[in-house]
């Protein structure tokens, strides 16, 4: 690799061709602020936080984009350059919302963050201030323009790394403003709801639709008996809401924190997961088997789903009939749980916590009734139950361990792993395997389908139904990819894995967000870690196959009779259909 | 997505085939986004919400950069422009000699607003910075046509010479 020398602050720094000022400072060890920039992601010089000096250079330049080059030499820490950064964000304070002490993001807002570091003690401009209508159409997302700097990270998000494109930036000068199209609202466009743009917003301009109000509501109500679920993934990522290194698990401590809220039964979306592996993998074998539309892919994401009714439609018969977990859950936990337990259907209040936001429109679609009833009432995000534990008054890292409670808290490895990229397929194959061939696996982990490549593949041989060949994407421009391949014929393929967030679901929407500044400071890549805490612990479970968990084999035994079976096609399963991707196409002729 | 309005519009080309036209002649080319949205502009006038999603969705891109572009440059028109758009100059040289009054006559002549459209559709009222020609100041232009050192009394007579004009074509 060719290195660049250059100074900074008088230290020599020795970086690799290409890399940017920004990046060599931090190589030695000198802090550049930054507010739009966001590694991997954004990089536009935009806000010119960033500006340093460079000898020769004109002005002031912003040193996330500026080269290196050879014998440069750079000052971050001169009188002009802290007076023109303090005055670029005393510009962007001018026209923002003085509502910090009410704001979701008080004390977790890049910007107040910013200004204090800046040392900004006064706001020497006024003008006029933007006064746009909140978009608050949708179950999922809130956007609040007035509160947005206009970074552009979620436009760059929702165009280059999903390739959805809801957002952009319209109009000009002072009226700028990042929206979708026309101004619209999300409802009325193809915003899927995956979050990625709410995930990298540096202040309260996007944030989930709280539902917190309406689970404290059900707590205090006594006439209802509220059960909850938690989703694989919050797991591998509560712990950073509470200070805990990123990669840390704390299922038994979430549980404690739970049960203190006042919740009645906590059970875990793992169990239902196994239960989704148990429907989607026979289904899969039946489609295999009898002639079916393949691939079969998966339907656990909801953003996905989306992202497929509204974008490639040609796809829909491919994907699994099987409900999410989420929703398999909903279902039961109205039916098999309250028949079980002598508990009236009717009382009872379904809450899951979720590391997504399209889950809280997941929950709201009219295929998610079976039951009788909504079958889940709340979704909550990691980031609202860290919310609804600090209101509690709880110190979470001093909280005794316990476990989930029975029946629907029993739950095995190939449940967990749901939680990461590949970790769907893994699981499917780990129980696909050994029902056909009769044999125990000898090797689970399934390591071709893991890790954060865009598009992976393997293939499995499975006597007697022969080389399955499956393929897994996560992030919605990925998926895009890979479509186009197997829509092209370049690629064939018997099960594909989709999630619609990088990462899979540790990288969701309603995950504890990573600040500009950490994502830079972290020497490895946060999904990469939060992953390896989700295989760490599958590792060290007893049960790791979804068709070994005997919670399952009951809920068979009492209840569901046979995976495919009529209480099965009844409960956990269900069609989508194509959706127009802009309301004005499905209104008005061209 | 497959048109829907063929035969349905009653011009000799639909919208849609307008867009197909445009957009297959830029096809595969880079940084054709703002070329193909002026060509389809010139031909059906403005750009609309449904034009502006076919185009996106023939060009492969999402609305929201289609729409992004419209509205950030002055040129392109969500709403329809009447088939005259007067475009009087208030730069400084114009404005000083006495283009702002020009602007009021032509809007109680025609009983719109600047920025407005007649009701026939006629003519759209505009007003614009410095069109490089003080010379002719107080100066305007219809679509292409450049009038110069106006007076006020030129303003019933261009409103009149454009009505002929539009009259002649219909016959």
Same mark, same amino acid.
């Given at each position: ?8 602050d ?21 802090d ?8 991997d ?44 950064r ?28 910013l ?28 956007r ?9 990270r ?20 002072f009226n ?5 199209a ?23 301009a ?37 200070g ?79 409900k ?7 279902a %039961?936990? +109205?039916?098999?749980y309250? =028949?079980?337990?002598g508990?009236?259907a009717? @009382?009872?209040?379904? /809450?899951? #916590?979720? *590391?997504?936001?399209a ?20 979704v ?28 629907m ?12 990229t590949?970790g ?16 125990? %696996?000898? +090797?689970?982990?399934?390591? =071709? ?6 598009? @992976?593949?393997?293939? /499995?041989? #499975?006597? *007697?139904?022969g ?6 994407a ?12 197997i ?7 018997h099960?594909v894995?989709?999630?619609a ?20 400071s ?8 939060r ?20 919670a399952i084999?009951?809920?068979?035994e009492e ?6 079976g009529?209480?099965s096609?009844?409960?956990l ?14 209104e008005?002729?061209? | ?11 000799k ?8 036209r445009?957009?297959?002649?830029y ?21 609309p ?12 891109v999402?609305l929201?950069?289609v ?11 969500t ?15 114009c ?11 032509f809007?109680?002549k ?16 505009e ?8 010379g002719l ?15 006020i009394?030129?303003v019933?007579e ?14």
């Open positions: 690799m060719e290195m660049v020398n250059l100074t900074i008088g230290q020599e720094v020795q970086v690799p061709k290409g890399s940017t000022v920004l990046e060599a400072a931090q190589k030695a060890g000198i550049i602020p930054t507010l739009c920039h966001l590694k992601i954004n990089k536009i010089g935009a806000c010119r936080v960033c500006v340093v000096e460079i000898e020769k250079a004109r002005g002031l330049q912003p040193s996330c984009t500026y080269p290196v080059t050879e014998g440069m030499v750079v000052r971050t820490n001169t009188a002009m350059v802290r007076e023109s303090k005055a670029v964000v005393e510009l962007i304070l001018s026209n923002h919302p003085m509502e910090c002490l009410t704001c979701s993001r008080s004390t977790d807002c890049e910007l107040q963050a200004a204090k570091k800046l040392g900004i003690k006064e706001i020497r401009f006024q003008g006029e201030n933007s006064n746009f209508p909140m978009d608050t159409s949708n179950p999922a997302i809130v609040d323009p007035n509160k947005c700097i206009l970074c552009r979620c436009v760059a998000v929702c165009n280059e790394v999903q390739g959805v494109g809801a957002l952009g930036l319209n109009e000009r000068g700028s403003i990042v929206a979708p026309f101004q619209h609202p999300l409802s009325e466009v193809n915003c899927v709801y995956c979050g990625q743009c709410v995930n990298v917003c540096p202040v309260g996007l944030k989930e639709k709280d539902e917190m109000q309406k689970v404290w509501d059900a707590i205090n109500d006594p006439e209802k008996h509220v059960v909850l679920q938690t989703a694989p993934a919050v797991r591998a990522a509560l712990g950073e809401e509470f805990l290194p990123i990669g840390t698990i704390v299922t038994k401590k979430m549980v404690a924190a739970i049960r203190r809220l006042g919740i009645d039964k906590i059970f875990d979306t793992d169990f239902t997961a196994d239960l989704t592996i148990m429907e989607e993998g026979n289904e899969f074998l039946d489609r295999l088997q009898n002639g079916g539309k393949l691939p079969l892919m998966t339907s656990c994401s909801p953003g996905w789903v989306k992202y497929c009714e509204q974008h490639y439609p040609e796809f829909l018969d491919n994907l699994s009939t099987a999410s977990p989420q929703q398999m859950f909903g %039961l936990a +109205k039916t098999y309250p =028949e079980k337990c508990i009236d009717a @009382k009872i209040f379904s /809450v899951s #916590v979720m *590391p997504c936001t889950k809280k429109y997941e929950r709201q679609r009219p295929e998610m009734m079976d039951s009788g009833f909504v079958d889940v009432d709340a909550l995000t990691t980031r609202e139950l860290a919310a609804m534990i600090k209101e509690a008054g709880l110190d979470f890292n001093s909280l005794p361990e316990e476990d989930y409670d029975l029946p808290g029993i739950s095995t490895g190939a449940g967990l792993i749901f939680g990461v590949g769907v397929m893994e699981a499917a194959l780990r129980t696909v395997y050994e029902v056909v061939t009769g044999k125990t %696996l000898e +090797k689970l982990e399934f390591v =071709e389908v893991r890790g954060l490549e865009g598009i @992976k593949e393997a293939t /499995v041989d #499975v006597p *007697p139904v080389t399955v060949k499956v393929a897994v996560h992030g919605l421009g990925n998926a895009k990819k890979l479509l186009e391949r829509k092209a014929g370049e690629a064939e393929y099960f894995e989709i999630m967030c990088p990462g899979g679901c540790i990288g969701g929407g309603g995950q504890p967000r990573v600040t500009g500044p950490e994502r830079m972290l020497e490895d890549n946060y999904l990469d870690l992953a390896q805490a989700v295989y760490n612990e599958d590792k060290s479970m007893k049960m790791r196959k979804s068709h070994e968990n005997p084999k009951t809920l068979y209840y569901l009779v046979k995976p495919l009529e209480k096609h009844h409960l399963h269900t069609h989508y259909q194509a959706k127009p991707k802009y309301q004005v196409l499905a008005k002729e061209c | 997505m497959s048109c829907q309005c063929q035969g349905k519009t009653g011009e080309e639909s919208k849609c085939e307008i867009i197909d445009v957009v297959d002649k096809q595969g080319q880079e940084g054709s986004m703002i070329p193909v949205l002026h060509e389809v502009q010139q031909a059906i006038g403005y750009l919400e449904d034009v502006q999603a076919y185009v996106a969705e023939k060009m492969g999402p929201s950069e729409y992004g572009v419209v509205s950030f440059y002055a040129l392109f028109t709403e329809p422009i009447g088939k005259y758009k007067i475009s009087i100059c208030l730069g400084t040289a404005y000083v000699k006495g283009s702002g009054r020009i602007l009021e006559e809007e109680k025609l009983g719109i607003k600047v920025g407005e459209t007649t009701e026939d559709g006629l003519f759209t009222l007003a614009c910075r410095c069109l490089g020609a003080c100041a107080p100066v305007l232009v219809v679509n292409e046509n450049v009038h110069g050192r106006l007076k009394t030129d019933p261009i409103i009149e010479k454009y009505r002929a004009m539009s009259r002649e074509e219909a016959s």
